[in-house]
């Protein structure tokens, strides 16, 4: 399977501390990967790297073209907990805002706001956080971006709704989407991962695929509590 993205020796320094040290590594197209590691290991800081939010040392390649600081790039998406609709905004018109710079699938911002019972024409000022983080998800899964990256984007949601959350990103993966997640809820995404990187001290302990974990372990989220004991 071709690769669509390519990570390497991606390095960060603030402040005369390592954050990544050459950080390298390769995500075929439609796989799901997950993103895990303590608190502060700098999996915020890659992702936004490979989103092309923010300078770097290193490269990122996504479908073939290197990453460039000074031009917006359309293939690829970062979404976080940090809530970036205005909350006198909509969910609808949000899209609109995002149909300027990306094609918007509305078939499936209507699909997935009627199975999270997200109101598509309310305020989103007006809702929970919970709420808005899914009105978030539903809109950026919905863009034609071939690179998705959550950033712990469901942190607040209702533990009923994350079946439906899972359901929306393979949903996205066999649509032809390829999707980095970090998040602490092991138990619930572990399931759905097609490789799993771990970093730590600055490095990448190890990117496996899930398999090969399940082969050693009981399962993927087992593996990674095993990791993160005492961290």
Not at 103 to 111: M, S, Y
């Amino acid at each position: 399977m071709k690769n669509l993205l390519q990570v390497q020796d991606v390095y960060q320094q603030i402040r005369g501390r390592v954050i990544l040290d050459k950080i390298s590594f390769d995500v075929a197209s439609e796989e799901i990967v997950g993103l895990f590691g303590p608190n502060g290991a700098g999996k915020s800081t890659l992702l936004r790297k490979i989103a092309n939010t923010e300078q770097m040392i290193g490269n990122v390649v996504i479908n073939g073209i290197p990453n460039d600081f000074t031009k917006f790039r359309t293939d690829v998406i970062l979404v976080t907990g940090d809530i970036e609709i205005p909350r006198l905004m909509t969910l609808r018109n949000y899209c609109k805002l995002l149909s300027t710079s990306f094609e918007i699938d509305n078939n499936f911002v209507e699909e997935y706001c009627q199975k999270l019972e997200i109101d598509i024409d309310a305020r989103l000022g007006s809702l929970s956080k919970g709420n808005k983080e899914m009105a978030q998800l539903i809109a950026c899964l919905a863009t034609n971006s071939k690179l998705v990256l959550l950033d712990e984007p469901f942190s607040a949601i209702d533990i009923y709704k994350r079946d439906v959350i899972l359901e929306m990103i393979i949903d996205s993966k066999l649509s032809g989407k390829t999707i980095i997640i970090t998040t602490h809820l092991i138990d619930e995404i572990s399931p759905i991962l097609d490789k799993v990187a771990y970093i730590h001290d600055t490095k990448l302990e190890f990117y496996l695929d899930s398999e090969e974990i399940q082969e050693q372990s009981d399962s993927v989220a087992s593996y990674l509590k095993e990791r993160f004991k005492g961290e």
